[in-house]
């Protein structure tokens, strides 16, 4: 059942819309909710927070149907309104349009030309409610959402969900091709791009069939997440599969692609981090966990894969590892024990 709200000072419309849908309300297709201004259809917005339509004529007292327009994408972001007015109030409809309605029928209001803008509203509605579930249904992509789409296709409350921020346990991977900088100044941008997504598109298969995250790229690096059970195992998995595909790889432009990379596992923030004035903001994870895997990865040599003797530990009954040796890191006080991941 669709939900619609009638905000009008004409009373005698009321009538006629239960008159002219009576079948639809007698199937239990569309309930109707009535106000008489722009205040009591907020109060009833509030009473009826499924309300899918609002049908909203213009000129009302106490609170008109423009300045109800700017409150409803507060109140229900996820609901659209259809603004009713009189043919020759053009210019209230062409701003009623610029604020955010969805479409406008003129007085005296014809009930089919009604009818038909009101299904073609519902079903806007219901695509946007599959979507908005099929995303909701599949974490993964909270990953890629940023807040001007959370804005545009989202309820309040669906907008939270996707924007917690929260700390979390997870391995992070940082991927670099190595010596790449040289080619991208000897080669044509063309050549350069091409090779650049074509050892990405080698790893990215990776990472997914681990079920990781592409965090970002980051030039011609790969920031990856793991998250769930046994992350740190499946990001060494990920990263062991990774530098043996990119090793097997041939000679293009005088160039043989290697990786090196640096895997740690901790807690992380994850949230969507940016900023709100440049309408930037990506969802990601920060921290001492993060830091540290992209100093692994600094510390790494062609080939290489760089953990920790903390991981190591973790790690050691699954995965061959040869010592480095003792490094100092970044911001970090004390000596920091390295491994390489042999298989």
């Not at 099929?134 to 545009?152: C, G």
Request: some cysteine.
């Amino acid at each position: 059942m669709t939900k619609i709200l009638v905000a009008d000072d004409e009373t005698d419309l009321e009538t006629l819309i239960r008159q002219k849908f009576r079948q639809k309300i007698r199937e239990q297709q569309y309930e109707f909710v009535f106000a008489v201004n722009g205040n009591d259809a907020l109060e009833k917005m509030q009473q009826h927070p499924d309300i899918s339509i609002v049908l909203s004529d213009i000129n009302m007292p106490e609170m008109d149907g423009l300045t109800l327009l700017t409150k409803l994408n507060d109140v229900a972001p996820l609901s659209k309104t259809v603004m009713v007015s009189a043919y020759g109030d053009m210019e209230n409809i062409r701003v009623a349009m610029n604020r955010g309605a969805f479409d406008f029928v003129t007085k005296p209001v014809n009930f089919e030309d009604l009818e038909l803008t009101v299904e073609k509203t519902i079903r806007y509605v219901n695509q946007m409610k599959e979507t908005l579930q099929a995303i909701k249904e599949n974490n993964i992509l909270k990953m890629y959402v940023d807040a001007n789409v959370l804005q545009f296709m989202g309820t309040r409350e669906y907008e939270n969900s996707l924007t917690d921020n929260e700390t979390i346990a997870a391995s992070v991977a940082f991927i670099d091709i190595c010596g790449f900088t040289a080619i991208s100044e000897k080669e044509s941008a063309d050549t350069v791009v091409h090779l650049l997504n074509h050892y990405f598109d080698v790893m990215v298969k990776e990472i997914i069939a681990q079920n990781g995250i592409v965090d970002k790229f980051m030039g011609d690096c790969i920031m990856a997440v793991f998250k769930g059970d046994y992350h740190l195992d499946r990001a060494i998995d990920t990263c062991i599969a990774i530098r043996d595909k990119i090793d097997a790889l041939p000679v293009e432009h005088s160039f043989h692609p290697k990786v090196s990379i640096g895997i740690h596992s901790g807690e992380m923030i994850s949230g969507n981090i940016g900023s709100a004035a440049l309408r930037r903001l990506d969802y990601t994870v920060i921290g001492d966990t993060v830091n540290t895997a992209q100093r692994l990865q600094g510390k790494a040599g062609k080939s290489q894969i760089v953990i920790t003797e903390e991981s190591y530990e973790k790690v050691k009954q699954s995965f061959q590892c040869n010592k480095i040796g003792s490094a100092v890191l970044k911001n970090k006080e004390a000596e920091v024990v390295l491994y390489e991941v042999m298989n």
